[in-house]
C-alpha cells in the first residue's frame, strides 16, 4: 500500500536522506530509530508533504504522493495525519475545539473564523477524547493539561481527521516515562483498532521494539536496519547507532525500562 522508492532529500551538498527504499504491504505500526541527525524527521515531512523530495517517490495506494499539488496535496495531509514533540496545540483554546482543529480540511473559512462545528462533530471529538481516556478534560484550555494529557489531545486531533496513516515525531521525547508509556499504549490502540497505520520516530530501542511490529533504522540519512524487532539485535543496533564495543543498549533506553523494573520490584516486594 506504501511504497518508497530512492527518496532523496538534499540540504545543499547535504543529503538528509540518502536513497532510502522500502514498502509497507499492510497498515503495520512502524518505528524509525537512528540518532539525532539520522534523518528521521526529514523522512516523516516528506511523507505528510511539509518538506519537498529532491529525488525518487512515495507511492500510497497507487498515487504518487510526492507529486500532488494544491487541494490535492492538502487532501494527501487530511488522510496522513502527523503529531509532534511539541504537541502543536492551541493553549488558550479548549481540548475540544483543538480536536475540533483536525476537521478544518473540510469546513469553510467562514465556519472556521467563527468557531462553528456541527453537532455530529463535537459529538465525535468527545467519544474520542474518551477513548483516549481524557473526555473530562474537554472543557479545559489546552494549557492547562500535562504532557501527556496535551499529546493524547494531539492524538484525537489527529484521530478526528480519520486519516489512513498516523505519522509521529518523537511523540514521547517530552514526556515523563509514565506517560510515554500511556501515549504509547493509545498509538498502539488507535492503530490495532482502528487499522490505521502508524509510523512514529523514536529515539530509544526499547520503546520500538516494545510496541511496534517492524523497526526502520537510520544512520546519515541512510536506512540501515528493516525489520521485525525480534531481529534487532544488539549487534543491529550498534551498526544503526553507529557504536562501537562499548555499546550499551541501556544508553538509547527510555525510563519506560526503569519504570518496568520499579513495577516489578514493587510487585515482588
Ligand atoms: N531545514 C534544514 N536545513 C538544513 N539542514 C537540515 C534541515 N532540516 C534537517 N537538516 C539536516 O538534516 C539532517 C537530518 O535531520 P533530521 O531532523 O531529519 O534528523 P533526525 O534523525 O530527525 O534528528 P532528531 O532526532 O535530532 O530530530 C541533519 O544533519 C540536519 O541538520
Redesign the pocket.
Given at each position: 500500500m506504501l511504497t518508497v522508492t530512492n527518496l532523496t532529500?538534499r540540504?545543499?551538498s547535504?543529503?538528509?536522506?540518502d536513497n532510502a527504499n522500502f514498502d509497507v504491504n499492510e497498515p503495520a505500526m512502524i518505528g524509525?530509530i537512528?540518532?539525532?541527525?539520522?534523518?528521521?524527521?526529514?523522512?516523516?515531512?516528506m511523507m505528510n508533504r511539509l518538506?519537498d523530495a529532491s529525488e525518487g517517490s512515495i507511492v500510497f495506494e497507487g498515487e504518487d504522493i510526492t507529486a500532488l499539488k494544491g487541494a490535492a496535496k492538502r487532501a494527501w495531509q487530511s488522510r496522513c495525519a502527523m503529531i509532534f514533540?511539541q504537541f502543536n496545540l492551541v493553549p488558550r483554546m479548549d481540548v475540544v475545539s483543538n480536536v475540533l482543529h483536525g476537521t478544518l480540511n473540510r469546513r469553510s473559512t467562514v465556519a472556521t473564523m467563527f468557531n462553528l462545528y456541527p453537532e455530529d462533530d463535537i459529538h465525535k471529538a468527545i467519544e474520542i477524547l474518551d477513548r483516549l481516556g481524557i473526555a473530562d478534560q474537554a472543557p479545559k484550555r489546552a494549557e492547562a493539561l500535562s504532557g501527556g494529557q496535551q499529546q493524547r489531545v494531539a492524538i484525537a486531533r489527529a484521530v478526528m481527521q480519520d486519516p489512513q496513516i498516523i505519522l509521529a515525531?518523537?511523540p514521547i521525547?517530552s514526556l515523563d516515562p509514565m506517560n510515554a508509556q500511556i501515549v504509547m499504549e493509545a498509538l498502539r490502540r488507535i492503530h490495532e483498532e482502528d487499522g490505521r497505520m502508524v509510523i512514529a520516530?523514536l529515539?530509544t530501542l526499547d520503546t520500538a521494539r516494545r510496541y511496534c511490529d517492524r523497526v526502520i533504522g537510520?544512520r546519515d540519512?541512510r536506512i540501515v536496519f528493516d525489520g521485525t524487532p525480534d531481529q534487532l539485535t544488539t549487534g543491529a543496533a550498534r551498526d544503526i547507532y553507529g557504536a562501537g564495543d562499548d555499546f550499551s543498549e541501556a544508553a538509547t533506553s527510555t525510563e519506560i525500562q526503569a519504570l518496568d523494573r520499579s513495577a516489578a520490584t514493587a510487585v515482588n516486594a
Open positions: 532529500k540540504f545543499g547535504k543529503a538528509a536522506v524509525i537512528g540518532r539525532s541527525g539520522a534523518g528521521k524527521s526529514t523522512m516523516l515531512r518538506a514533540q515525531d518523537e521525547a520516530n529515539h537510520m540519512g
